[in-house]
């Protein structure tokens, strides 16, 4: 069994860290990660599921439309075949 790679650790930084920096070059290196301080104010994203899994919905009816039809030919087979 092969071992995982071990990712390099990046540097997390808050916003009020970078101002002594200079933000593009560390930006450029790609070793910066900032983090956004969270407001005290918080929403919910409201998500209608029927709209994002509607290809969801469409597969499932394919899939059990292929599975009645694959247990009614096993049936007429298993009369025919008699």
Known sequence: MARKARRKKQTVLTQSQLVGTKQSEAAAAGKVVVK???SGTSRKATVNFREE??????????????AA?????LIALNLLLK
């Open 69 to 73: 039809l694959m247990f009614a030919v």
């Open 36 to 38: 956004a301080h969270k």
């Open 53 to 66: 899994y509607q290809y969801v919905i469409a597969d499932l009816n394919r899939i059990g439309l292929l």
